[in-house]
């Protein structure tokens, strides 16, 4: 690539662009695996943090951890003219690599639901919470999401009917239809953003009904009792799963208005737009980190323990 800013059919610069484009996506990828793997080595490590809500947890973190050393690798390929590009844009490539982004963006978007609706139980029928989810349900739960976002991810695209052939850039844009690509938005981002929105609808009026209760008719002396504490932990644990449902919020909406506009307009858009739609999405796999280990003084606590200890053996073996 030359050091001239020159825009190629699909509107990518050259070597600025190029610079911006790596930068970014291994800055992010760096914070992804790493935190990732800090999440679920802590949570399989202590048995203190082995909790079915954990266990969704550390089973998002590692959803997190495969998007973030594939989607690097996927969007290598919507640069041109390079050995790796026409490499990744060879169509069994191509097409495996844009199966498993929707793959996992799926899955990722379904795990935050099954954690809202572990927070939505956990509020609203706290007495039976440890009945409805045990261990053995919340593995069950895992596995299912896991295959049922693989065989519809897998169902959508082979449904297609578009003739892309050998294309120049690895894109989904080449694979898929309008009309998958919306439906994609649909299943990945608008549908489980609505089912979280009205779940948490609930969870925030039945709380300010149960904080209102409390203050109503408790003496100061049953707001030192077991069951007020209790109350008082699973709420913070719903206000840390709503900051990871409210950031999905925060980088999904525009992608899905980017998508659906993009679809409709068949029209130029600056490349530095859809790299930060794009970009914007992907930090959504880096955010799980600094909102579990902010939120969660034990598992704050731990994973400090682990990494220091970690960083001592490898200093010890130098």
């Known amino acids: 690539m030359s050091g001239n800013v020159s825009v190629d059919s699909f509107g990518e610069t050259s070597f ?73 844009a060879s169509r069994v490539v191509c097409e495996g690599l844009i199966t498993a982004v929707q793959w996992i963006e799926m899955n990722s978007a379904y795990h935050l639901v099954a954690i809202t609706v572990n927070r939505y ?11 409805y989810l045990t261990s053995r349900r919340a593995m069950v739960t895992i596995c299912v999401i896991w295959l ?26 080449l694979i898929f239809t309008e009309t998958q690509s919306i439906v994609l938005t649909l299943l990945s981002g608008v549908i489980p953003l609505s089912i979280m929105v009205v779940l948490y609808s609930i969870i925030a009026r039945i709380a300010r009904k149960h904080i209102r209760d409390i203050g109503a008719c408790c003496s100061s002396d049953f707001l030192k009792t077991g069951k007020h504490h209790i109350f008082w932990r699973e709420m913070r644990s719903t206000l840390t799963v709503s ?35 794009r970009m914007l999405v992907y930090t959504n796999n880096a955010i799980n980190i600094f909102i579990y280990a902010g939120r969660i003084h034990l598992f704050r606590k731990l994973a400090v323990k682990d990494v220091k200890q970690c960083c001592s053996c490898c200093y010890v073996t130098k």
């Not at 139980?121 to 009945?131: C, G, N, Q």
């Not at 959508?156 to 892309?164: A, L, M, Q, R, V």
Request: aromatic share 16%; net charge neutral; with cysteine.
């Open 16 to 88: 600025g662009y190029f610079v911006f484009y790596v930068t970014i996506f291994l800055g992010i990828s760096l914070i992804i695996i790493g935190g990732n793997c800090v999440i679920i080595v802590t949570v399989l490590r202590h048995r203190d943090l082995q909790q079915p809500c954990n266990y969704f947890i550390a089973s998002l973190a590692a959803s997190d951890l495969v998007f973030g050393i594939i989607y690097p690798i996927y969007n290598l390929g919507h640069l041109r003219d390079s050995i790796i590009t026409r490499f990744l």
């Open 121 to 131: 139980i956990a509020i609203v029928r706290p007495l039976r919470y440890h009945v």
């Open 243 to 277: 900051l990871l449902v409210g950031y999905f919020a925060f980088v999904w909406i525009p992608h899905c208005i980017y998508i659906v506009y993009s679809s409709a307009c068949q029209c130029y858009i600056s490349p530095y737009i859809r790299l930060s739609s």
């Open 148 to 173: 049922t976002t693989l065989a519809t991810s897998t169902a959508i695209y082979s449904t297609s009917e578009k003739d892309h052939g050998e294309t120049e850039a690895c894109r989904y844009e």
